[in-house]
Protein backbone atom coordinates (compact mmCIF):
# COMPACT_ATOMS: atom_id res chain seq x y z
CA UNK A 1 0.00 0.00 0.00
CA UNK A 2 1.44 3.40 -1.20
CA UNK A 3 2.10 5.90 1.42
CA UNK A 4 3.08 9.87 1.15
CA UNK A 5 6.50 8.94 2.34
CA UNK A 6 6.40 6.33 -0.99
CA UNK A 7 4.90 9.26 -2.82
CA UNK A 8 7.90 11.49 -1.51
CA UNK A 9 10.69 9.17 -2.74
CA UNK A 10 8.85 8.89 -5.69
CA UNK A 11 8.95 12.67 -6.76
CA UNK A 12 12.45 13.15 -5.22
CA UNK A 13 13.88 10.56 -8.28
CA UNK A 14 11.34 12.44 -10.85
CA UNK A 15 14.04 15.64 -9.19
CA UNK A 16 10.53 17.39 -8.18
CA UNK A 17 11.10 18.88 -4.57
CA UNK A 18 8.35 16.88 -2.45
CA UNK A 19 7.91 20.01 -0.04
CA UNK A 20 6.84 22.13 -2.61
CA UNK A 21 4.72 19.61 -4.58
CA UNK A 22 2.72 19.03 -1.33
CA UNK A 23 2.09 22.59 -0.91
CA UNK A 24 0.62 22.99 -4.12
CA UNK A 25 -1.92 19.93 -3.58
CA UNK A 26 -2.81 21.37 -0.07
CA UNK A 27 -3.69 24.91 -1.64
CA UNK A 28 -5.35 22.75 -4.75
CA UNK A 29 -7.13 20.87 -2.07
CA UNK A 30 -8.05 24.32 0.00
CA UNK A 31 -9.73 25.66 -3.12
CA UNK A 32 -12.52 22.87 -3.11
CA UNK A 33 -12.78 22.44 0.58
CA UNK A 34 -11.85 25.85 2.12
CA UNK A 35 -11.26 24.26 5.63
CA UNK A 36 -15.06 22.28 5.28
CA UNK A 37 -16.48 19.58 4.35
CA UNK A 38 -18.46 18.37 0.59
CA UNK A 39 -21.60 18.83 1.52
CA UNK A 40 -22.97 16.71 -1.58
CA UNK A 41 -21.14 13.78 -0.43
CA UNK A 42 -21.75 14.19 2.97
CA UNK A 43 -25.80 14.66 2.46
CA UNK A 44 -26.11 11.17 -0.24
CA UNK A 45 -23.69 8.89 0.87
CA UNK A 46 -23.13 7.05 4.58
CA UNK A 47 -20.60 7.68 5.87
CA UNK A 48 -19.17 4.14 6.60
CA UNK A 49 -19.30 3.27 2.79
CA UNK A 50 -16.50 1.73 1.05
CA UNK A 51 -15.51 2.21 -2.82
CA UNK A 52 -13.13 2.24 -5.34
CA UNK A 53 -12.21 4.98 -7.81
CA UNK A 54 -11.04 4.31 -10.81
CA UNK A 55 -9.41 7.04 -12.75
CA UNK A 56 -9.85 6.35 -16.30
CA UNK A 57 -8.39 7.66 -19.80
CA UNK A 58 -11.33 8.47 -21.75
CA UNK A 59 -9.21 9.33 -24.75
CA UNK A 60 -5.63 8.24 -25.82
CA UNK A 61 -2.68 10.22 -24.17
CA UNK A 62 0.83 10.09 -22.35
CA UNK A 63 0.34 10.10 -19.25
CA UNK A 64 1.92 12.42 -16.50
CA UNK A 65 1.05 13.36 -12.78
CA UNK A 66 0.62 10.21 -11.57
CA UNK A 67 2.32 10.74 -7.99
CA UNK A 68 0.77 14.06 -8.00
CA UNK A 69 -3.09 12.23 -7.95
CA UNK A 70 -1.89 9.99 -5.55
CA UNK A 71 -0.53 12.30 -3.10
CA UNK A 72 -3.93 14.08 -3.45
CA UNK A 73 -6.02 11.16 -1.87
CA UNK A 74 -3.49 10.52 0.59
CA UNK A 75 -3.76 14.17 1.38
CA UNK A 76 -7.33 15.00 1.72
CA UNK A 77 -8.13 12.30 4.84
CA UNK A 78 -6.60 10.84 7.57
CA UNK A 79 -8.21 7.74 7.21
CA UNK A 80 -7.10 4.19 6.11
CA UNK A 81 -6.69 4.65 1.75
CA UNK A 82 -5.37 2.22 -0.67
CA UNK A 83 -3.68 3.56 -3.89
CA UNK A 84 -2.37 1.75 -6.81
CA UNK A 85 -0.56 2.93 -9.59
CA UNK A 86 -1.50 0.90 -12.79
CA UNK A 87 0.23 3.13 -15.01
CA UNK A 88 4.38 5.15 -14.81
CA UNK A 89 4.32 8.44 -15.47
CA UNK A 90 5.41 8.82 -19.26
CA UNK A 91 3.91 5.88 -20.82
CA UNK A 92 1.45 6.40 -23.90
CA UNK A 93 -2.00 4.81 -23.02
CA UNK A 94 -5.48 4.27 -25.42
CA UNK A 95 -8.76 5.51 -24.45
CA UNK A 96 -10.56 3.32 -21.47
CA UNK A 97 -6.96 2.73 -19.63
CA UNK A 98 -7.06 2.77 -15.84
CA UNK A 99 -4.11 4.60 -14.35
CA UNK A 100 -5.25 4.85 -10.79
CA UNK A 101 -7.34 3.18 -8.28
CA UNK A 102 -8.14 3.73 -5.27
CA UNK A 103 -10.06 1.87 -2.37
CA UNK A 104 -11.54 4.24 0.71
CA UNK A 105 -14.24 6.27 2.36
CA UNK A 106 -16.36 7.18 -0.62
CA UNK A 107 -16.97 10.48 0.38
CA UNK A 108 -13.37 10.95 1.03
CA UNK A 109 -12.79 9.58 -2.76
CA UNK A 110 -15.16 11.96 -4.13
CA UNK A 111 -14.15 14.84 -2.03
CA UNK A 112 -10.52 14.56 -3.37
CA UNK A 113 -11.87 13.43 -7.17
CA UNK A 114 -12.09 16.62 -8.96
CA UNK A 115 -8.43 17.95 -7.72
CA UNK A 116 -6.47 14.90 -8.53
CA UNK A 117 -8.27 14.61 -12.27
CA UNK A 118 -7.40 18.43 -12.57
CA UNK A 119 -3.67 17.71 -11.66
CA UNK A 120 -3.89 14.33 -13.82
CA UNK A 121 -6.00 15.72 -16.64
CA UNK A 122 -3.50 18.76 -17.28
CA UNK A 123 -0.34 17.43 -17.00
CA UNK A 124 -0.72 14.45 -19.07
CA UNK A 125 -2.14 17.09 -21.79
CA UNK A 126 0.99 18.62 -22.12
CA UNK A 127 2.66 15.50 -21.90
CA UNK A 128 0.83 14.33 -24.84
CA UNK A 129 1.18 17.35 -26.62
CA UNK A 130 5.11 17.39 -25.94
CA UNK A 131 4.82 14.13 -27.37
CA UNK A 132 3.40 14.98 -30.14
CA UNK A 133 5.70 17.42 -30.81
CA UNK A 134 8.48 15.23 -30.54
CA UNK A 135 7.13 12.34 -32.89
CA UNK A 136 6.74 15.09 -35.51
CA UNK A 137 10.39 15.95 -35.77
CA UNK A 138 11.72 12.50 -35.06
CA UNK A 139 13.49 12.46 -38.32
CA UNK A 140 15.70 15.42 -37.51
CA UNK A 141 18.27 15.52 -34.88
CA UNK A 142 16.11 18.71 -33.22
CA UNK A 143 15.29 18.77 -29.71
CA UNK A 144 11.51 19.93 -28.64
CA UNK A 145 12.70 22.42 -25.61
CA UNK A 146 9.84 24.29 -23.60
CA UNK A 147 9.87 28.20 -22.32
CA UNK A 148 9.14 30.04 -19.13
CA UNK A 149 5.52 30.59 -20.48
CA UNK A 150 3.78 28.61 -17.91
CA UNK A 151 0.67 28.49 -15.24
CA UNK A 152 2.34 31.03 -12.72
CA UNK A 153 3.13 28.84 -9.43
CA UNK A 154 2.93 25.51 -11.39
CA UNK A 155 6.12 25.83 -13.53
CA UNK A 156 7.53 23.34 -11.93
CA UNK A 157 5.19 20.26 -12.79
CA UNK A 158 4.48 21.64 -16.11
CA UNK A 159 8.08 21.63 -17.21
CA UNK A 160 8.15 17.96 -15.33
CA UNK A 161 5.07 16.74 -17.88
CA UNK A 162 7.58 18.38 -20.90
CA UNK A 163 10.27 15.96 -19.60
CA UNK A 164 7.44 12.81 -19.40
CA UNK A 165 6.67 13.44 -22.85
CA UNK A 166 10.24 13.62 -24.17
CA UNK A 167 10.83 17.12 -24.49
CA UNK A 168 13.67 19.34 -23.01
CA UNK A 169 13.65 22.06 -20.43
CA UNK A 170 14.91 25.19 -21.14
CA UNK A 171 15.69 27.60 -18.50
CA UNK A 172 13.22 26.72 -15.57
CA UNK A 173 14.50 30.28 -13.53
CA UNK A 174 15.57 33.65 -15.16
CA UNK A 175 18.94 32.85 -12.75
CA UNK A 176 19.60 29.45 -14.61
CA UNK A 177 21.46 30.84 -17.43
CA UNK A 178 21.99 34.00 -19.05
CA UNK A 179 19.26 34.60 -22.12
CA UNK A 180 20.05 37.96 -23.78
CA UNK A 181 16.87 39.14 -25.84
CA UNK A 182 15.84 41.84 -27.89
CA UNK A 183 14.85 44.43 -25.00
CA UNK A 184 18.56 43.37 -23.26
CA UNK A 185 20.19 44.34 -26.23
CA UNK A 186 18.32 47.74 -27.00
CA UNK A 187 18.95 48.31 -22.91
CA UNK A 188 22.29 47.75 -23.33
CA UNK A 189 23.27 49.92 -26.78
CA UNK A 190 23.93 46.57 -29.23
CA UNK A 191 24.59 43.10 -29.47
CA UNK A 192 28.04 43.07 -28.59
CA UNK A 193 27.90 45.08 -25.58
CA UNK A 194 25.51 43.00 -24.19
CA UNK A 195 27.73 39.70 -25.14
CA UNK A 196 30.37 41.43 -23.00
CA UNK A 197 29.01 42.70 -19.81
CA UNK A 198 27.29 39.03 -19.74
CA UNK A 199 30.86 37.50 -19.92
CA UNK A 200 32.28 40.26 -17.68
CA UNK A 201 30.26 39.86 -14.74
CA UNK A 202 29.11 36.21 -15.15
CA UNK A 203 31.83 34.24 -17.20
CA UNK A 204 30.78 30.82 -15.77
CA UNK A 205 27.26 31.07 -17.62
CA UNK A 206 26.04 29.16 -20.22
CA UNK A 207 24.76 32.63 -22.41
CA UNK A 208 22.50 32.46 -25.12
CA UNK A 209 21.16 35.67 -26.99
CA UNK A 210 18.05 35.92 -29.51
CA UNK A 211 18.75 37.45 -33.01
CA UNK A 212 16.00 38.70 -35.07
CA UNK A 213 17.79 38.85 -38.60
CA UNK A 214 20.62 37.46 -40.25
CA UNK A 215 22.53 40.72 -39.50
CA UNK A 216 21.98 40.52 -36.26
CA UNK A 217 22.78 36.62 -36.32
CA UNK A 218 26.61 37.55 -37.65
CA UNK A 219 27.21 39.52 -34.97
CA UNK A 220 26.29 36.77 -32.65
CA UNK A 221 28.11 34.92 -34.56
CA UNK A 222 31.74 36.88 -34.02
CA UNK A 223 31.61 37.68 -30.53
CA UNK A 224 31.39 33.54 -30.04
CA UNK A 225 27.94 33.03 -28.57
CA UNK A 226 27.44 29.77 -27.36
CA UNK A 227 23.78 29.47 -28.17
CA UNK A 228 21.92 31.91 -30.63
CA UNK A 229 17.92 32.06 -30.61
CA UNK A 230 16.68 32.50 -34.25
CA UNK A 231 13.21 34.65 -33.28
CA UNK A 232 10.65 34.59 -36.10
CA UNK A 233 13.25 33.44 -39.19
CA UNK A 234 11.30 32.01 -41.72
CA UNK A 235 12.56 28.94 -43.28
CA UNK A 236 14.89 30.45 -45.86
CA UNK A 237 16.63 32.44 -43.33
CA UNK A 238 17.10 29.68 -40.67
CA UNK A 239 18.63 27.74 -43.44
CA UNK A 240 21.11 30.55 -44.17
CA UNK A 241 21.87 30.88 -40.62
CA UNK A 242 22.51 27.03 -40.14
CA UNK A 243 25.25 27.29 -43.25
CA UNK A 244 26.64 30.37 -41.75
CA UNK A 245 26.97 28.69 -38.35
CA UNK A 246 29.12 26.10 -39.47
CA UNK A 247 28.06 24.09 -36.18
CA UNK A 248 30.14 27.07 -34.25
CA UNK A 249 27.16 27.21 -31.94
CA UNK A 250 23.96 26.00 -30.73
CA UNK A 251 20.76 26.99 -33.08
CA UNK A 252 17.62 27.32 -31.34
CA UNK A 253 14.31 28.14 -33.91
CA UNK A 254 11.32 30.05 -32.20
CA UNK A 255 8.67 32.02 -33.21
CA UNK A 256 5.82 31.02 -35.63
CA UNK A 257 6.78 27.03 -35.16
CA UNK A 258 3.29 25.01 -35.59
CA UNK A 259 3.04 21.61 -35.70
CA UNK A 260 2.31 21.53 -39.77
CA UNK A 261 5.57 23.17 -39.94
CA UNK A 262 7.82 21.80 -37.38
CA UNK A 263 9.49 18.66 -39.59
CA UNK A 264 11.11 21.36 -42.10
CA UNK A 265 12.01 23.78 -39.63
CA UNK A 266 13.62 21.19 -38.21
CA UNK A 267 14.97 19.56 -41.03
CA UNK A 268 17.32 22.80 -41.25
CA UNK A 269 19.49 21.62 -39.09
CA UNK A 270 19.05 23.77 -35.55
CA UNK A 271 19.32 21.86 -32.60
CA UNK A 272 16.06 22.91 -31.03
CA UNK A 273 13.01 24.14 -31.45
CA UNK A 274 11.08 26.41 -28.76
CA UNK A 275 7.97 25.72 -27.82
CA UNK A 276 5.60 27.81 -25.83
CA UNK A 277 1.89 26.45 -26.72
CA UNK A 278 3.57 22.84 -24.62
CA UNK A 279 2.80 24.53 -21.27
CA UNK A 280 0.68 27.50 -22.54
CA UNK A 281 -1.92 25.95 -24.70
CA UNK A 282 -1.90 22.12 -24.05
CA UNK A 283 -5.33 20.78 -24.16
CA UNK A 284 -6.31 19.14 -20.83
CA UNK A 285 -6.29 14.88 -21.70
CA UNK A 286 -9.75 13.52 -20.78
CA UNK A 287 -9.75 11.71 -17.48
CA UNK A 288 -12.91 10.93 -15.39
CA UNK A 289 -13.00 9.01 -12.47
CA UNK A 290 -15.66 5.55 -12.68
CA UNK A 291 -16.63 4.62 -9.01
CA UNK A 292 -17.38 1.20 -7.40
CA UNK A 293 -19.11 0.43 -4.28
CA UNK A 294 -17.29 -2.32 -2.31
CA UNK A 295 -19.98 -2.49 0.30
Request: charged letters at 25%; hydrophobic letters at 40%; glycine letters at 6%.
Amino acid sequence: MLTIEDIYRNLLKKQLEPELIQALVDLAISEDLVGGEDLTSLATIPETQISYLDLVTRKAGVISGIDIASLVFLSITNKNIEVKQCVSDGLKVEANTCVLTVKGSTVDLLSAERTALNFLGHLSGISTLTNKWVTEISGSKAKIRDTRKTTPGLRVLEKYAVRAGGGLNHRMTLNDQVLIKDNHIVASNGIKNAIDKTRDKYPELTMEIEVDNLTQFKEALENKAEFILLDNFDIKDIEQAVKLNNSQAKLEASGGITIENAAKIAATGVDFLAVGSLTHSAPVLDIGGDLRTAQ
